[in-house]
């Protein structure tokens, strides 16, 4: 598995990348049978330190994990602790969907953008409708079935996913509902 350990402005020591390595491969080999590569992220926030963690698994899912306290070990700690009840929690989901998929996730481009929020107040009527572009970004739209979508979804901890559905090769959205259901958008055509 390839490790990419980063610190927001502060230094990652050798000892703490050690420990990041051994504790995840423990951690995922548990429970994933072929992750590809795992992004730690350690960032401060006033006094306490910040950990999230991103394992890419080779059925195309992606599990997130982010954990916060005053000492940097114990954010690490308790990120991984949430890593690994995400990948305890959907192993069989993950294994039985591994045996049914024989080829890896198919992934297709797409555009990103961030668009520049409307909120202030302090400002008259906008001049045009159009909406300014902060920053664009290329992104990944996965090929996946509607069950896999919602557990990608719930594995990212997303609120949203947006996926091709294998079975129609239509766009589909997944998204989690204010009463705590997913909700299916699956558009037809007109």
């Known amino acids: ?40 992220i350690f960032s401060k926030s006033a ?8 394992v890419h698994l080779s059925t195309g899912l992606t599990a997130q994990a982010r954990g916060q306290a005053v000492e940097i070990y114990a954010a690490f700690e308790t990120a991984s602790e949430k890593m690994e009840k995400q990948l305890r929690r959907y192993k069989r989901r993950l294994k039985d969907h591994h045996r049914e998929r024989s080829q890896p996730v198919e992934l297709m481009g797409g555009a990103s953008y961030i668009l520049a929020s409307t909120e202030d107040s302090s400002e008259a009527e906008p001049e045009t409708l159009q909406p300014v572009i902060v920053a664009e970004m290329e992104t990944k739209i996965p090929s996946l079935s509607v069950g896999e979508a919602v557990m990608q979804m719930e594995l990212a901890g997303a609120p949203v996913l947006v996926f091709k559905n294998e079975s129609a090769g239509r766009t589909n959205v997944v998204y989690r509902r204010e009463d705590g259901n997913i909700g299916w958008i699956d558009p037809t055509t007109g």
Request: net charge negative; charged share 25%.
């Open 1 to 40: 598995m390839r490790y990419q350990i980063t610190g927001k402005q502060i230094d990652i020591g050798e000892s703490l990348q050690t420990h990041v390595q051994d504790s995840l491969n423990e951690v995922v080999a548990k429970y994933a049978e072929r992750p590809t590569d795992a992004t730690v």
């Open 47 to 54: 006094h306490e330190h910040i950990c999230e963690i991103i």
